[in-house]
């Protein structure tokens, strides 16, 4: 029977090694979103049928390339796993450059398809399409890497972000039929939709966020 949860050890070294990279990364993309991403992964794992070790380390792996510049964090990340002698341990060669694929193909603005079903499980689960967590970290994102910025340039860049990833017109694609992301971005764009509501999502996540900083 296929087992649903990774194997011991490589959650050991997954929880030591890899996950503490992440404490340096901006809100966005922290520990908190990273775990996410492996739970949601584990979810899709399970009810596709894909390998759980190779999903479980796919996701613990798929944003250390921001330990580089953020443009080709996607393909920066695929290196660090394919150059991770240590997950020898546990896959062979031909699985690594499975899952180092699947690093490179999970980022939203990619213009093709993932190449596996290991890439679309990541990409998927790395949707951040719950909109109080796309509007949250939408302006974290704006006040870690924008600081200069005043809230109405803040905005601006907010709502240029929400129209060209999640509105109708936008980017971001789903790639596994019936997922809960389905549910959650027709809410979204519902907003997005409204500038009102919008808008009014913005001030109530910047206050949020500007005090949160401030009270440091």
Known sequence: ??????????????ETQILPRYAA????????????????????????????????????????GMEGPRAVHHITGGQILLQDSRLK?????????IMKEAVE?????????????????V????????????????????????????????????REHMDQKYSANGYIRLWIPGSPNEEKLKELRSIIADPVALRREFDRYFEEEKTTTSGR
Request: aromatic share 10%.
């Open 123 to 158: 990409a998927e689960a790395d949707r951040d399409i719950v909109p109080e967590q796309v509007f949250r970290r939408t302006v974290q994102f704006g006040l870690s890497n924008y600081p200069e910025l005043d809230k109405e340039h803040q905005w601006l860049r907010f």
């Open 105 to 121: 193909d999970h980022r939203a603005s990619a213009a093709r398809a993932p190449r596996s079903i290991y890439g679309k499980i």
């Open 25 to 64: 990364f901006d809100k966005a993309h922290n520990l908190e979103h990273v775990t996410r991403v492996i739970r949601r992964s584990m979810e899709l794992a399970s009810r596709t049928g894909a390998d759980t070790d190779m999903v479980y380390a796919i996701a613990a792996y798929h944003d250390l």
């Open 89 to 97: 341990r546990w896959f062979s060669d031909e699985q690594i450059k």
């Open 1 to 14: 029977m296929k087992k649903n949860t990774p194997s011991l050890d490589l959650l050991e070294f997954v």
